[in-house]
């Protein structure tokens, strides 16, 4: 009698884990109630927050911003009030030409550069723009010497939009407290879009820029003066301040400011 060949045992194929969920929620080490209070308490300190840099139109917010990279505002400013007396719009600025632009900005750093951008952009608005400023990201970016950051604030300060313009400020802050760290301003740009309340984003960003400027400043924060020092993570913190009543005192938003 033949045996029977045993029958081959075919092996189970591997079960496959589920794929992990990546959670979509960007870092940050505050809660969604305390990133809301934050924002909260500088709505309250500063209602309407204002940009410092000085223009009259869309097209002189968008020579003013690109003049400020790598300078104060305070410095552009003393700048182009000159500047734009005698050219507020982009066929005026080609008028006064290259040579006469760089001597009014001769004061801010990579003036030269600065210049030349100044008359590229601006023959640019006028030959394929009609004259004025677009008001789209993708549209501004094609601007010489106008990129993400320069788009997002003539957006928000000339057009209304909602923007995130990451400055130095807003990224060091974002890094410092550990509110929406990233390794890059696009990065910080889109976390702190994630997480900042939709009623306070038209205004967040000032009150960032702001906060940075004044109050949570780059060689030492000024953590007594700071309006949201109990809620804040950072490990530069130098002081404890118990939290603030519901409506802050008026004594703390003048201190802050």
């Known amino acids: 009698m033949k045996k029977a060949k045993p029958k081959s045992i075919v092996a189970a194929p591997a079960s496959r884990s589920a794929p992990k969920r990546v959670s979509r929620r960007p870092r940050t080490a505050y809660s969604r109630e305390e990133v809301r209070e934050i924002f ?21 917010l968008v020579v003013a911003v690109a003049l400020s990279a790598q300078a104060t505002d305070a410095g ?16 005026k600025m080609l008028a006064v030409g290259e040579d006469k632009v760089r001597d009014y900005i001769k004061t801010i750093g990579l003036y030269r550069n600065k210049a030349k951008n100044v008359i590229a952009l601006s023959r640019k608005l ?19 010497g106008v990129g993400r950051k ?8 000339a057009f209304g939009q909602a923007t995130m313009a990451v400055d130095t400020h807003i990224f060091r802050i974002a890094n410092r407290i550990c509110l929406a760290p990233g ?16 009623e306070y984003l038209y205004h967040a960003h000032h009150w960032l820029i702001l906060h940075g400027r004044y109050v949570c400043k780059a060689r030492k924060p000024e953590c007594e003066r700071c309006v949201i020092a109990d809620i804040c993570k950072s490990a530069e913190k130098t002081c404890d ?11 703390a938003i003048v201190a802050a400011q």
């Not at 320069?150 to 300060?157: G, I």
């Open 40 to 60: 909260r308490r500088f709505s309250i300190q500063r209602p309407e927050p204002k940009g410092e840099l000085e223009h009259v139109n869309p097209f002189t």
């Open 76 to 91: 552009v400013n003393k700048a182009t009030r000159a500047l734009f007396k005698v050219a507020d719009t982009p066929e």
């Open 126 to 144: 006028v030959e394929e723009f009609g004259g004025e400023v677009p008001r789209t990201r993708e549209e501004l970016v094609t601007l010489p």
């Open 150 to 157: 320069t788009a997002n604030v003539v957006l928000s300060m």
């Open 183 to 198: 390794k890059t301003p696009d990065e910080v740009e889109d976390h702190l879009m994630k997480i900042v309340p939709g």
């Open 241 to 251: 301040i118990p939290a603030p009543l519901v409506e802050l005192p008026p004594q």
